[in-house]
């Protein structure tokens, strides 16, 4: 996990952070990385346990998920990080067709982009985090805004307006931006939402989480509130889309309640899932109980968090400019903004198509499974497999995966079953450098199914 020092964010969760993943602390230069070895014991965490980066600071130095560099793996296995052009910081804007944009405020004021003049030393963070970390760059020619850019990782991307609109005000045209982000990310179902809330930034991640492949968490505003028939509206457009497989996305709803100071919801499902941990930020209101509740019926097998920010509380987090009030989390900046995972150069990749065809009663059902290891060894035959039951039995049953004519696209046959037989089975695969994955990921807490017809 990536985020900056010193922290804007509770010490609580960059404790639980070091505890759970490697932690990589962006520091301006040795005396910050040395300020942060000698606070960390303070917070109960090993500095020698810390990776420390020097990089560029600008004025959104804290905010590491809209500038900090993207993931990509290449058709041939190559690992990169790309940095997306990030010169206009994260432009505001309002949810009417065409909306101007403005430069971010330090408060309400709306200032025309034309007169941006913040310090974006951010733009050129990337780079040395990439070299740091040993890994190649590739610098994007176009915003990529990582607030506003969520993917499922496979050939999924969506998106609000605004960063459309940002790179049109750069000057590239919608279809020049698409055809770039396909070219570099390989990925072509681009969804792009219409913006929601007057004058905000309009990021996506502070609208929708994506959980996986199929499933969506959105947000829901208080039936009584003027947002609540833009957000319906918003929902109405995702059903008329479909997922990676092109299948309906399955959407769940996260309601929501005011924020303390009044100024807009709060955000949970700007939360931040990483391996098998969701840490959720909780604004202190009675909307909080549900929202946790929400996400750990959405996720079950995961260790589901929720952190507090209060700054009262925190000797070792900053508020920047006075950004704040006493609460560190607010409307459309939140946990999520503030974090930026650090990927696994050779992770095992493994996501679930499904059946082949509908599966039919008597017929055996062929279920197709995408493995990809990274590490370039081998997959091991004996761990590589599908688990299934039906819907009525405990113990899971074993068939083997095996290559199809397809590259990176294993097989395994389910046997014949009764019309109206629920199947439930996951994908498990594991490869000779040692690493085990399984899909859905926290397999066989989470399952997929099909119902013989």
Request: proline content about 7%.
């Amino acid at each position: 996990m990536l985020i900056a020092w010193p922290i804007c964010i509770p010490s609580a969760l960059v404790t639980k952070l070091a505890h759970d993943t490697q932690l990589h602390l962006m520091c301006a230069d040795e005396a910050g990385i040395q300020n942060a070895k000698e606070t960390l014991p303070k917070m109960g965490i090993d500095p020698e346990a810390v990776r420390y980066l020097v990089v560029p600071k600008g004025d959104d130095e804290f905010w590491v998920r809209d500038w900090g560099p993207h993931p990509l793996f290449d058709e041939m296995g190559n690992y990169a990080l790309l940095g997306p052009r990030y010169t206009l910081a994260t432009p505001h804007c309002g949810t009417e067709e065409n909306a101007t944009l403005y430069c971010t405020p330090w408060g309400n004021e709306k200032v025309p982009l034309t007169q941006f003049d913040g310090n974006t030393a951010d733009d050129l963070a990337a780079e040395p985090i990439a070299h740091q970390l040993g890994l190649s760059f590739i610098k994007a020619p176009f915003a990529f805004t990582g607030g506003n850019v969520l993917n499922d990782g496979i050939n999924t991307v969506i998106s609000t307006k605004v960063l459309v609109a940002e790179n049109e005000f750069e000057g590239l045209t919608r279809e020049a931006f698409f055809d770039y982000a396909t070219k570099i990310t390989g990925m072509t179902n681009y969804i792009v939402l219409p913006n929601y809330e007057e004058f905000s930034l309009n990021h996506i991640d502070c609208f929708l989480k994506i959980l996986d492949e199929r499933r969506l968490l959105v947000m829901r505003a208080p039936k009584d509130s003027d947002r609540y028939p833009i957000y319906e509206n918003l929902v109405a457009r995702l059903q008329q889309t479909t997922n990676s497989y092109g299948e309906p996305w399955q959407i769940i709803r996260m309601d929501t309640g005011i924020t303390r100071d009044g100024n807009g919801f709060a955000d949970y499902v700007n939360s931040l899932i990483l391996n098998g941990c969701v840490y959720v930020p909780m604004y202190g209101i009675p909307a909080d109980e549900g929202a946790l509740a929400t996400w750990r019926a959405a996720m079950p097998g995961y260790d589901v968090q929720g952190f507090t920010f209060e700054f009262a509380d925190e000797p070792f987090s900053v508020n920047p400019d006075d950004l704040y009030n006493e609460c560190g989390w607010v409307a459309g900046d939140v946990l999520h903004c503030r974090t930026r995972a650090v990927w696994d150069s050779q992770m095992l990749h493994v996501d679930v198509p499904g059946p082949v065809g509908t599966p039919t009663a008597g017929t055996p059902v062929v279920v197709q499974v995408r493995a990809v290891a990274y590490s370039a060894t081998q997959l091991v035959a004996e761990k590589t497999c599908v688990r299934w039951r039906t819907v009525d039995e405990t113990d899971w049953q074993t068939t083997p995966l095996v290559p199809s004519p397809i590259n990176e696209v294993l097989c395994a046959e389910i046997p014949a079953q009764p019309s109206g037989t629920a199947i439930e089975y996951y994908a498990h695969v594991a490869d000779e450098s040692g690493r085990e994955t399984s899909s859905p990921r926290v397999a066989p807490a989470q399952y997929l199914t099909y119902v013989v017809r």
